[in-house]
């Protein structure tokens, strides 16, 4: 079963400069989730679709942050303006649900895009 | 206090040792509980789920999870340098969403 894929890996970009990234979950995986993960720290959950609804979005900054999952399927991620503190890894996950106990299954996650804004 | 708390470490185990890290959590109606390890700049990688009182073993690894205390436990024995890592406890509240601690760090040292 391949795996939760991301692109681009890596990204260098100057402040004020647009971004995007894209993730392609798990096949069958109802529910994706874009974190930010600064270093240091957990990830933060930036939003959360099931399936092309949004779930939880209320860690987006949305003057600059949008996302979209057309076909509830693959997803994008994007960042404009962008400022020095989005300097993050930017990581996709994937849930089948529901899950044991009645939430989210177990999420997998994708290798990430790490994002410099100079 | 926060959702999900973590010690960030580093906590310094020699090799063939059983390491222990610790996650407290505070919404009581949490049901979900897992545990991720994160290589240096890679993505996280799901190690153990538990959703039930007690312990959950597989292989090195045993998650124990005490509902009444909330807290929930990682053990690794016979340590490995390989195991050398930033764990992260994840815990799924009420809200049915992720939330994640800051993660402890392991150092294995030979």
């Known amino acids: 079963e391949a795996g939760v894929a991301q692109s681009p890996r890596y990204k260098i970009i100057e402040k004020r400069q647009s971004v995007a990234f894209w993730c392609n979950p798990i096949?069958?995986?109802?529910?994706l989730y874009w974190y930010q993960q600064i270093l240091g720290q957990g990830p933060k959950l930036l939003i959360q679709?099931?399936?092309?609804?949004?779930?939880?979005d209320s860690q987006l900054p949305k003057d600059r942050f949008s996302a979209e999952r057309l076909k509830g399927v693959d997803s994008t991620l994007k960042i404009q303006p962008a400022k020095l503190e989005d300097s993050a890894v930017y990581l996709c996950?994937?849930?089948?649900?529901?899950?044991?106990?009645?939430?989210?299954?177990?999420?997998?996650f994708g290798p990430g895009t790490r994002l410099t804004v100079l | 206090q926060k959702e999900v708390e973590q010690n960030s470490g580093p906590l310094s185990v020699p090799e063939g040792a059983i390491a222990s890290l610790n996650c407290t959590y505070s919404?009581?109606?949490?049901?979900?509980f897992f545990w991720y390890r994160q290589y240096s700049g890679k993505s996280p990688e799901l190690i153990m789920s538990?959703?039930?009182?007690g312990d959950k073993e597989d292989g090195r690894f045993t998650a124990q999870l005490n509902k009444a205390s909330q807290y929930v436990s990682l053990l690794i024995r016979d340590s490995q340098p390989s195991d050398s890592a930033t764990y992260l406890c994840?815990?799924?509240?009420?809200?049915?969403?992720?939330?994640f601690g800051t993660g402890t760090r392991l150092k294995v040292l030979a």
């Open positions: 919404d009581r109606v949490s049901q979900s």
């Open positions: 994840a815990v799924i509240p009420g809200t049915y969403k992720y939330i």
């Open positions: 096949s069958g995986h109802a529910t």
């Open positions: 538990i959703y039930s009182n």
């Open positions: 679709f099931q399936n092309n609804g949004v779930v939880d």
């Open positions: 996950a994937s849930t089948k649900s529901p899950g044991l106990a009645g939430g989210p299954g177990e999420q997998f």
